[in-house]
């Protein structure tokens, strides 16, 4: 298993701002996810963060809403850009391990 | 049609019952099924997954699987409060050389002392 921790655990901004979110993981993984777990909905992938490659982004997420940087292979970082209440959400990252994935706790965004 | 269906309850038992937690889904190319349990604030974390169709077993969870019908289920025998979180379904199959996870959307159950 892996041992995952997210920074901020929680916040609330106001709209049109920017929040970064950090990711450390405590062994090194090539490949990190970004996740969004909305009230009442299935947690819907963001984007795989490879570390020395460009972020790849699942149907709906562009790069300009939610850049992600992957600097090395225990870090990994996911802004949340120009928000709108409608990215009130938890934010979760994870890593592969085998069959599976192991998250870390979320970090809980309000946006008023 | 959702490729996975989770009944989102809330389900609420007494201590000590079974407790019966299920999901369908559609795409048969799903390799793993597993179970997550998120309690309030935090992240989802791994209970148990498998593989093939039948029956695994960790202490008080089973999990079943049944391919021909595209449905699984976790089994919680004795519940007790602290088993009070959602439980979330997922599936996974390999896409890319990983393997890529789709989520239910997590049934609530709460354990009554």
């Known amino acids: 298993s892996a041992v995952i921790s997210q920074k901020p655990s929680r916040d609330i901004c106001q709209r049109g701002t920017s929040l970064t979110i950090q990711c450390q993981v405590d062994s090194q993984v090539t490949m990190m996810f970004w996740y969004r777990q909305q009230p009442g909905q299935s947690l819907t992938l963001i984007a795989t963060a490879n570390q020395g490659s460009e972020a790849t982004y699942e149907s709906g997420f562009v790069i300009d809403k939610f850049p992600i940087s992957r600097p090395n292979l225990t870090f990994s970082t996911l802004t949340v850009s120009n928000m709108s209440p409608e990215d009130s959400s938890i934010y979760l990252c994870?890593?592969?391990?085998?069959?599976?994935?192991?998250f870390g706790p979320g970090t809980r965004l309000l946006v008023l | 049609q959702k490729e996975v269906e989770q009944d989102p309850g809330p389900l609420s038992v007494p201590e000590g019952a079974i407790v019966s937690l299920n999901c369908t889904y559609s795409?048969?190319?799903?390799?793993?099924f597993m179970w997550y349990r998120q309690y309030s604030r935090k992240g989802p974390e791994l209970l148990m997954y498998t593989y093939s169709s039948g029956n695994k077993e960790d202490g008080r969870f089973t999990a079943q699987v049944d391919k021909s019908s595209k449905y699984i289920s976790l089994f919680i025998r004795d519940s007790q409060p602290s088993d009070s979180a959602t439980y979330l379904c997922a599936m996974s199959w390999n896409s890319g050389g990983y393997q890529k996870v789709t989520f239910g959307t997590g049934t609530k159950l709460q354990v009554i002392p």
């Open positions: 994870s890593v592969p391990t085998g069959e599976t994935q192991y």
């Open positions: 795409n048969s190319a799903f390799q793993y």
